[in-house]
C-alpha cells in the first residue's frame, strides 16, 4: 500500500508565501510515477495544481504558472509546492497525489492514491 502524509497549509496574507510537503510510503511491490498536488476550493470541483514526473517533467496549471514551483526528492519520496504571490483564489483544501505501480500477489497494475489535504488560506 501507499500511503502520502501532507504538510505546511495555513493561513497567509495575499502576496504572501507557503511551501506545501507530501511524504509517500510505498510498500513492497509498490513504485512510485509521477505525483502531484490538487486544490479544491469550496463549491468547486478538484482540480490540477502541478505534477512531475519521476524523472524530474513538470506540468502546471496556467493558473499557477510563474508562482508555484513544483519540485519532487525521489530518494525519500516527497514532493514539495513552492507558492509564492498567493492570491485570495488560491484559497482551497490541497491535495497531494501519486501515481503508483503495484505488483504483488494481490494487486497488480496503476492505481492512484491521495492524502487527506491541508488547507490553505489567503485572506487579509
Known amino acids: 500500500q501507499v500511503q502520502l502524509v501532507e504538510s505546511g497549509g495555513g493561513l497567509v496574507q495575499p502576496g504572501g508565501s507557503l511551501r506545501l510537503s507530501c511524504a509517500a510510503s510505498a510498500g513492497r511491490g509498490f513504485r512510485i510515477n509521477a505525483m502531484g498536488w490538487y486544490r479544491q476550493a469550496p463549491g468547486k470541483q478538484r482540480g490540477l495544481v502541478a505534477t512531475?514526473?519521476?524523472?524530474?517533467?513538470?506540468n502546471y496549471a496556467d493558473s499557477v504558472k510563474g508562482r508555484f514551483t513544483i519540485s519532487r526528492d525521489n530518494a525519500n519520496n516527497t514532493v514539495y509546492l513552492q507558492m509564492v504571490s498567493l492570491q485570495p483564489e488560491d484559497t482551497a483544501v490541497y491535495y497531494c497525489?501519486?501515481?503508483?505501480?503495484?505488483?504483488?500477489?494481490?494487486?497488480?497494475?496503476?492505481?492512484?492514491?491521495w492524502g487527506q489535504g491541508t488547507q490553505v488560506t489567503v485572506s487579509s
Open positions: 497525489n501519486a501515481d503508483v505501480t503495484a505488483n504483488t500477489k494481490s494487486t497488480i497494475g496503476r492505481l492512484g492514491y
Open positions: 512531475i514526473t519521476d524523472s524530474d517533467s513538470t
